[in-house]
């Protein structure tokens, strides 16, 4: 089992910055990606950002590259997500979410066997 705790989520204006945290717990050693989602009232839960945990790969959602950055801290099995240029169409509650084996693609959700409670981004016009 894999625990996670995601921190950091809040209200921000429009053009603000936010950086969440997602602490991984329990068995992450076999940990092959983490990702963020986000779900937005009466939307489905999207994809946003992914890395790989062993190289360090990236992926993102085309509605945030440039403005979103994906990292993580291999120490302290954190994974953040620094957002950057915040628009009104980024609220939405984050869910982070770990990916233990190389089935779908990372922009799948159906792939992420774990996922936080979530933390809610609300930007602000």
């Known amino acids: 089992q894999v625990q996670l705790v995601e921190s950091g989520g809040g209200l921000v204006q429009a053009g603000g910055s936010l950086r969440l945290s997602c602490a991984a717990s329990?068995?992450?050693?076999?940990?092959?990606?983490m990702a963020w989602f986000r779900q937005a009232p009466g939307n489905e839960r999207e994809f946003v950002a992914a890395?790989?945990?062993?190289?360090?790969?990236?992926y993102y959602a085309d509605s945030v590259k440039g403005r979103f950055t994906i990292s993580r801290d291999t120490a302290k099995n954190t994974v953040y997500l620094q957002m950057n240029s915040l628009e009104p169409e980024d609220t939405a509650v984050y869910y982070c979410?770990?990916?233990?084996?190389?089935?779908?693609?990372?922009?799948?959700?159906?792939?992420?066997?774990?996922w936080g409670q979530g933390t809610q981004v609300t930007v602000s016009s």
């Open positions: 979410a770990a990916k233990l084996l190389n089935y779908f693609s990372v922009y799948d959700r159906r792939g992420y066997a774990y």
């Open positions: 329990g068995r992450t050693f076999n940990t092959y990606a």
């Open positions: 890395i790989i945990w062993s190289g360090g790969s990236t």
